[in-house]
Every structure is written in structure tokens, then in C-alpha cells.
């Protein structure tokens, strides 16, 4: 969803050479070392990950080997040919414990596999490749996967009622919108500001946070389904695997600084995906 957005944005104004994970296993070192080896990229963008959050508490060494050990691979085989790594993360390696959008600097405690290995992820980015920059989104939704949006959409013509939790808050964010962001901060790099300026970690989601239930409203007026009926319900109520974070919106402030540009509303991002995809 995030790669194809990127892909295509990028390439107006780069070389793209865009790798799936049958010609690049990120969990594979020898892989990774030999396509940086081929191509020599001055950029590296890391959009690969496991986030299947229930699948990743199921299964925690592979979850380690892509969020994790990928990017450790990658940023390695960066720093012995000078490229700068941009890995994107996730709000989810926040605790949920804060009642207000939290910033780059905010302690982070995962409360569940997917998290963790976002974490020691980002962790071994700073670690080993000096020239990086982590983006941390959340609530991912565009073309090319499924996602809340079209989940709602989905089950609104096969249900007449659906539960949705309402405690649990955050912020979506558009692929076209992110990857936007991220086009502008490659072109920072690239110009004459100089990119140690712009190396370090930020937060990018579209404006403002909802709860799931919000978010499900929204996308049933914008998608113009007025015969399903949505039922509030607590997070407790679902039967998850993993626990998630309560509250976990991210505060967009140091990227809107950089750049001059702060991300549009989350509600038009909503409404210009659902009518660009479904109406």
C-alpha cells in the first residue's frame, strides 16, 4: 500500500527501483548486501514490515526477523556504501497511556509484539547507519490492501449492525498523503538545506485523532451508507491476541516545522480516498 504510493510518487522526480519481497527478503543479509551492491542507491526507503498485529504476537521470531532484523540488514549494507536509510515505523510502540498526541521524544513501551519489534527496529537504525530517518505513521489506509476503510466498507453490505470500539483512539493516515510527506522531506535532502539538518525521527499521520468508532462514522457518511447502524462497543469486548494501545495519536508539529507544509485533515483524506476508490 505504502510502496506502491511511494513508487509512484517518487519516480516523477527519481530513479525508483521499487523490490518486492520476492527479489528482496529483508530478512535475508546476503540478499540485502547484494542489491546494494547492484544498484548503489543514495537513498534507501525501508517500507517493509510485518504488521499483522494478532499474526505478529502469534509469531514473534518472525516478526523479529522482518521489523527488526530487516532493518538492521539494510541499514548495515547503507552505511559500508554511504546511502541514507529511511525507515518507516509505527505509533503502536507507544504505551497508550497519554491523553494527548505523542511527540518524537516521548518515552516508547510497546505493550505487544508488533510494537517491540518496530522498536528494536528503529533502535538498531540509530544504531548502525548514521545518515537515517525514522518516520513513525499510524492507521495506514490507500490502494492495494485492506485496511479500515475498506473493511467497513466491506462488511456495511453484508451487516446491518456494526460494533465498533470507541476507546480506542489514534490517527489515519492516507498513503498518497504520507507518501507526499515523505517526497517532501527526500527533496530536503537532496537540496541545498543540507540533510543533517533533516536526519532523526518524525511524526506523520494525517491531522487530528478519532476513536474507531469516529473513524467508522466518518466513513459511512463519506461513502454515503446510511442503512447500517453502528453500536459502540468497548475494546475489551473484541476478541483480540495482542493487547493495543488505549491512546496512541501521534503529534505532527516537527514535521510541519521542517517543511512548512502540516498534513491536511484526516476526515478529507477519508473522503477523497472513498471517492476516488468506491464512488
Known sequence: MLGAALAERLSREYKVIALGHIECDITDSKRVAGIFSRYRPWLALNAAAMTNVDACQED?????????????????????????VIQISTDYIFSGRKDKPYQENDYASAVNIYGETKLEGERLIR???????????????????????????????KEKVLRIA???????????????????????IDGSAGPDKVYGTYHISNSGYCSWYEYAQVILKSAKIARVKLEPIKMGQINFK??????????????????????RKWQTAVKEYIEREYM
Do not use: Q
Open 127 to 157: 544504531k548502525t547507519v548514521k545518515k537515517h530517518i525514522i518516520i513513525r505513521t499510524s492507521w495506514l489506509f490507500g490502494k492495494g490492501k485492506d485496511n479500515f476503510i475498506s473493511s467497513i466498507i466491506r462488511r456495511s453490505r
Open 60 to 84: 514473534p521470531e518472525k516478526a523479529r526477523a522482518v521489523n527488526a532484523k530487516g532493518p538492521y540488514n539494510i541499514a548495515k549494507a547503507a552505511g559500508k556504501h554511504n546511502a541514507i
Open 166 to 188: 470507541s476507546d480506542k483512539y489514534s490517527s489515519p493516515t492516507y498513503a498518497l498523503d504520507l507518501a507526499r510527506a515523505i517526497s517532501e522531506i527526500i527533496n530536503l
Open 242 to 263: 495482542a493487547r493495543r494501545p488505549v491512546f496512541s495519536a501521534l503529534d505532527n508539529s516537527k514535521y510541519s516545522r521542517l517543511t512548512g507544509k502540516p498534513p
